[in-house]
């Protein structure tokens, strides 16, 4: 049965472009007669607000799109992703990285040709090259540290990859697209990247819907499952919806938030047409 979920963060009200996100994910569910499920991204709960919870079930109910099963909340699935990053420690493909925002930028700016991936410069993996006994050091001396993908030792260990896009056909997976992501943040002890993957495992999503500008991530995504033996589901990258200087709808555009588009009298239906492929 074919399974897809909606994957918001309930740092603010849904937009016009999470209403695509989400009437993609339960179209592609609903054509084949499969469930549709909400997931709370909650990680960061600095940014996250309680009401922001409510609202988004609110406006996905008002356009209809209601979602199959009880909604999972990440921030109830902490002890899943310490789990699986010790199982990624075991396998020695992941790192930890003590060096501050700062630091990386210092080191950057020192390196002629530092890499760069579609979002920027990549991480130079200084703590990669830390002597071990250095490394220890700092451990033992308690310094804060992140947890990184080593990315070459991944993709030793996972041979070639590919995944496959309903839009983009099979691409291969480049390990060095995005490098030595962080799978887990020195404050929230997870990440997206890890967060994402380990449960589109656990609740069996056999179709991965999200907006184009997460291609990357799932280069890191098939990396991870491959390590950690899960199954590979299907993707669809889909169009991300963009304002008219070209920029992706985000919360500044209060005017297109679904709340904003009821209150001025515009219809569901209305608004699922503008939704309209
Ligand atoms: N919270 C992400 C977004 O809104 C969803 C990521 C995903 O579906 O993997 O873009």
Redesign the pocket.
Known sequence: MIRT?????PTGRLHLG?AY?AKVARDVAKAEGGEFLLRF?DIDTTRVREEFYQGIEEDLRWLGLDWDGVPLRQTQRLVAYEGTLRALEVQGVIYPCFCTRKEIEGEIARMAGAPHGPEGPLYPGTCKRLPAAERTAKLAGGLPFSWRLDATAAATTTGPLTFTDLRHGTLTVDPDLLGDVILARKDIGTS?HLA?TVD?AFQSITH????E??LA?THVHRLLQTLLGFPEPVYLHHRVLVDEHGKRLAKRHDSLSIRSLRGDGISAEGVMLRLAD
């Not at 991965?208 to 907006?211: D, E, F, L, Q, S």
Request: glycine share 6%; net charge negative; aromatic share 12%.
């Open positions: 979920r909606f994957a918001p963060s999470h996100a991204e997206y994402v589109d991965v819907t999200r907006g500008d997460l991530s």
